[in-house]
């Protein structure tokens, strides 16, 4: 079993739709989390950053955690098609020099006009 | 802004080849990673390295190697490729505390 799961989809969605991407883990001793966005053909940049359960919003973006039941979210609103993207959760145990993030598998999202 | 930056987006090589695959930081970040990223198996750890000439393996090192003679510049080596080697390849640098970020990676075909 994975430590970090993830529907790799394909979701496809309107313009306009609010986007629901999940991410569940088995390792309890995870504390900061990430989503990253993926175009194609390029690297990772990083999305939203947290640190342990609570709420984080950033513009259309609001990434939820959920350590009570190891689950992480990234919610988008009002989705463009600039969003189509595959997304990536990723959490890490500490902060350490050395510390290993642990990566989901992605998922492709496609916002259509 | 931080910046990392990788030689080549774009490389063919033949099998047997050596291949080097740079990658630079301006951040002076202590830890530096590399990645592969393959269809349906996500992003998976090579090597990683969190301060000068040290390295850790990763997830996968076999038929891999890295080299860290400065902070700023991490380096993957392929010693003999192989065509199970196309893909992917995806530097990051992160500060001891604080958020890692990524090159724009280098897409490797092994002929």
């Known amino acids: 079993q994975k430590e970090v799961e993830q529907d790799p989809g394909p979701l496809s969605v309107p313009e306009g739709a609010i986007v629901s991407l999940n991410c569940t883990y088995s390792?309890?001793?995870?504390?900061?989390f990430m989503w990253y966005r993926q175009y194609s053909r390029k690297g990772p940049e990083l999305l939203m950053y947290t640190y342990s359960s609570g709420n984080k919003e950033d513009g259309r973006f609001t990434a939820q955690v959920d350590k009570s039941s190891k689950y992480i979210s990234l919610f988008i609103r009002d989705s463009q098609p600039s969003d189509s993207a595959t997304y990536l959760c990723a959490m890490r145990v500490g902060e350490t020099s050395g510390s290993r993030l642990t990566f989901g598998e992605g998922t492709q999202l496609t916002v259509n006009p | 802004d931080v910046k990392v930056t990788q030689s080549s987006r774009y490389l063919v090589k033949r099998t047997g080849e050596k291949v080097f695959l740079e990658c630079v930081q301006d951040m002076d970040h202590e830890n530096m990673f590399w990645y592969r990223q393959d269809p349906g198996l996500g992003l998976r750890l090579i090597y990683f390295s969190y301060d000068v000439k040290m390295k850790e393996k990763g997830d996968i090192p076999e038929g891999y190697s890295v080299s860290r003679e400065k902070k700023e510049r991490f380096s993957l080596i392929l010693e003999s490729a192989s065509t199970n080697q196309t893909s992917m390849y995806l530097c990051?640098?992160?500060?001891?505390?604080?958020?890692?970020?990524f090159g724009p990676g280098t897409r490797l075909t092994v002929l």
């Open positions: 990051a640098s992160r500060p001891p505390v604080g958020e890692q970020f």
């Open positions: 390792n309890s001793a995870f504390q900061y």
